[in-house]
């Protein structure tokens, strides 16, 4: 997986929000696509659960794009 957090920043309203705006880079089975996407993280937890917020979100992109090419 490879991608590059661009920006965060940190809401409090009841909850925590956390939006992380990451340019992810896909590149598998013969496609090369760039995308910039934010990421929302609901009251995390700590730097790991950012991380995998990050991480799902890329496989979810992943998956729809390979979705696309069949």
């Known amino acids: 997986m490879n991608y590059k957090e661009i920006s965060r920043k940190e809401q409090i309203i009841e909850q925590k ?9 896909f590149k ?3 496609f090369d696509v760039q995308k910039t996407i934010d990421v929302e993280h609901f009251n995390p937890k700590d730097e790991k659960d950012i991380i ?12 729809e794009l390979k979705s696309i090419k069949k």
Not at 17 to 25: A, C, E, P, Y
């Open 17 to 25: 929000l956390v939006t992380t705006t990451v340019n992810f880079d």
């Open 28 to 30: 598998d089975d013969g």
């Open 52 to 63: 995998l917020g990050i991480e799902n979100r890329y496989q979810s992109e992943l998956n």
